[in-house]
């Protein structure tokens, strides 16, 4: 049966956009444990249209992919016949650095946007893990942020514009290439973090924003991670304008090459603008770590900067060891250093590691295989603690990554509440047939 879904699927490519556009699959298409047989690369929109139109009418399920950094993220979800792999939409389509705009082909890596925009002084103020190999429109489909978000919001606010394709294969077009572009409801935001199952985003039009001047990031550490949290809520409230403001522990700073600096827990806080007003957030920056109990401080620049911001985005993400569970929390400022207290407690075996921005609620956590028969047990435990912490402290947690033998046991995205209704009515509205990565969203959709 398998063999003839495959044969089914490989027609529909070459009918659609020819032998060549098919493509051996590799591990960016195996989706929890299982591989995706028959992979298309379109290399322009309207082959994506082609494709799509054609299985729709087959009824064949598709999925797409981008750099496939965040495949574990999602339910485990009907087997593709299609992994639509979007890397080969890798142009820019359009810069004016005179009206800070842009607009790329999804499957642009984020580095090579930045590259480009670096030339005219400006960049995109996103990040995410492994920049090199995850492709905007694949950030956007996952919800993924990074540091960058404290300062500058959500990356759907970024978004001014968007080329999708739906599962019939109609081309629709959202926003355009101004930023006081506001008429209408905003369409593009029902396909950020809706991983790819309302449609494909093949274009992104994004507002941008000018490099700093200069740039220096504080690096302090602290004995217990309340100093930490009531440091970094303290510059959070001051006059300082951090870019990023990030909370980390021990574990974290041993796994990278980040300068050694003595203590248990972390504070990195990213600065950029003018010389004067750098060298007064700096010093502000100082002493209210000092005040709050820092053991040591450090200033970084340049590359060491740079190096320390990419492994804080990269942690858990990269690498052959591999946390088994991923949690992304989502809470009050202020609840923060709970959330990760009653993590930490309720932890059997080996300690979770985190990765919190206080500015805006958000904790990464990340915990290692423990070994032995214990493993699926403790990995269910860790689970169900970081989703039951998360509401009782009035958040929210996304399960990222964990064992494929625990997704048919669970909802990786939590409880969908109300809204769930609107959600399934939507994606009848635009996939009635279902045949874009049924199930992996939130609800079984």
């Given at each position: 049966m398998?063999?003839?879904?495959?044969?089914?699927?490989?027609?529909?490519?070459?009918?659609?956009?020819g032998?060549?556009s098919?493509?051996?699959?590799?591990?960016?298409?195996?989706?929890?444990g299982?591989?995706?047989a028959?992979?298309?690369?379109?290399?322009?929109?309207?082959g994506?249209?082609?494709?799509?139109?054609?299985?729709?009418?087959?009824?064949?399920?598709?999925?797409?992919?981008?750099?496939?950094?965040?495949?574990?993220?999602?339910?485990?979800?009907?087997?593709?016949?299609?992994?639509?792999?979007?890397?080969?939409?890798?142009?820019?389509?359009?810069?004016?650095s005179a009206?800070?705009?842009?607009?790329?082909?999804?499957?642009?890596?984020?580095?090579?946007?930045?590259?480009?925009?670096?030339?005219?002084?400006?960049?995109?103020?996103?990040?995410?893990?492994?920049?090199?190999?995850?492709?905007?429109g694949?950030?956007?489909?996952?919800g993924?942020?990074?540091?960058?978000?404290?300062?500058?919001?959500?990356?759907?606010?970024?978004?001014?514009?968007?080329?999708v394709?739906?599962?019939?294969?109609t081309i629709?077009?959202?926003g355009?290439?101004?930023?006081?572009?506001?008429?209408?409801?905003?369409?593009?935001?029902?396909?950020?973090?809706?991983?790819?199952?309302?449609?494909?985003?093949c274009?992104?039009?994004f507002?941008?924003?000018?490099k700093?001047?200069?740039?220096?990031?504080?690096?302090?550490a602290?004995?217990d991670?309340?100093?930490?949290?009531?440091a970094?809520i303290?510059?959070?409230?001051s006059?300082?304008?951090?870019?990023?403001?990030?909370?980390?522990?021990?574990?974290v700073?041993?796994?990278?090459?980040?300068?050694?600096?003595?203590g248990?827990?972390f504070l990195?806080?990213?600065?950029?603008?003018?010389?004067?007003a750098?060298?007064?957030?700096?010093?502000?920056?100082?002493?209210?770590?000092?005040?709050?109990?820092?053991t040591?401080?450090?200033i970084?620049e340049?590359d060491?900067?740079?190096?320390?911001w990419?492994?804080?985005s990269?942690f858990?993400?990269e690498?052959?060891a591999l946390?088994?569970?991923?949690?992304?929390?989502?809470l009050?400022?202020?609840?923060?250093?709970?959330?990760?207290?009653?993590?930490?407690?309720?932890?059997?075996?080996?300690?979770?590691?985190?990765?919190?921005?206080?500015?805006?609620?958000?904790?990464?956590v990340?915990?290692?295989?423990?070994?032995?028969?214990?493993?699926l047990?403790?990995?269910?435990?860790?689970?169900?603690?970081?989703?039951a912490?998360?509401?009782k402290l009035?958040?929210?947690?996304?399960?990222?990554?964990?064992?494929?033998?625990?997704?048919?046991?669970?909802d990786?995205?939590?409880?969908?509440?109300?809204?769930i209704?609107?959600?399934?009515?939507?994606?009848q509205?635009?996939?009635?047939?279902?045949?874009?990565?049924?199930?992996?969203?939130?609800?079984?959709?």
């Amino acid at each position: 049966m398998s063999s003839d879904r495959n044969d089914i699927a490989r027609q529909i490519v070459e009918r659609s956009l020819g032998a060549e556009s098919l493509s051996p699959g590799g591990p960016s298409h195996v989706v929890d444990g299982r591989p995706i047989a028959v992979v298309a690369r379109p290399r322009n929109v309207d082959g994506v249209s082609v494709l799509l139109t054609e299985a729709n009418a087959q009824g064949t399920i598709v999925m797409p992919v981008g750099g496939g950094t965040r495949l574990s993220l999602g339910n485990m979800g009907q087997t593709p016949g299609i992994a639509l792999d979007t890397t080969a939409l890798n142009q820019p389509v359009s810069i004016n650095s005179a009206d800070l705009t842009a607009t790329f082909e999804a499957g642009m890596t984020l580095q090579a946007v930045q590259e480009i925009l670096a030339e005219s002084g400006q960049f995109l103020a996103m990040d995410s893990a492994r920049s090199d190999q995850a492709t905007i429109g694949g950030i956007l489909a996952s919800g993924a942020s990074g540091p960058l978000k404290w300062q500058y919001g959500n990356p759907r606010d970024l978004v001014i514009g968007m080329k999708v394709v739906q599962a019939d294969g109609t081309i629709t077009k959202s926003g355009g290439q101004v930023v006081k572009n506001v008429s209408g409801y905003d369409m593009a935001r029902l396909h950020v973090g809706g991983m790819g199952t309302l449609g494909i985003i093949c274009e992104v039009s994004f507002k941008l924003t000018p490099k700093p001047a200069n740039e220096k990031t504080a690096l302090v550490a602290f004995s217990d991670l309340k100093s930490c949290c009531d440091a970094a809520i303290s510059i959070f409230n001051s006059q300082v304008a951090p870019l990023a403001l990030t909370v980390f522990d021990s574990a974290v700073l041993s796994a990278s090459s980040i300068p050694d600096i003595a203590g248990d827990h972390f504070l990195a806080v990213r600065l950029g603008g003018r010389s004067r007003a750098l060298t007064r957030m700096t010093d502000e920056t100082i002493k209210t770590s000092q005040s709050a109990g820092a053991t040591n401080v450090e200033i970084l620049e340049g590359d060491s900067a740079l190096d320390l911001w990419k492994h804080l985005s990269d942690f858990g993400w990269e690498g052959d060891a591999l946390p088994n569970v991923v949690v992304r929390a989502s809470l009050l400022p202020n609840q923060v250093k709970a959330y990760v207290d009653a993590i930490g407690a309720s932890s059997t075996g080996v300690a979770p590691s985190c990765v919190a921005s206080p500015g805006y609620g958000n904790v990464m956590v990340f915990w290692r295989s423990h070994s032995g028969a214990d493993d699926l047990e403790s990995s269910r435990a860790a689970i169900q603690t970081a989703q039951a912490e998360a509401v009782k402290l009035g958040g929210s947690a996304i399960i990222e990554r964990c064992p494929v033998e625990l997704k048919s046991e669970l909802d990786v995205w939590g409880e969908a509440g109300d809204s769930i209704e609107i959600m399934r009515r939507l994606k009848q509205q635009y996939d009635p047939k279902g045949i874009l990565s049924p199930g992996r969203f939130i609800g079984g959709i």
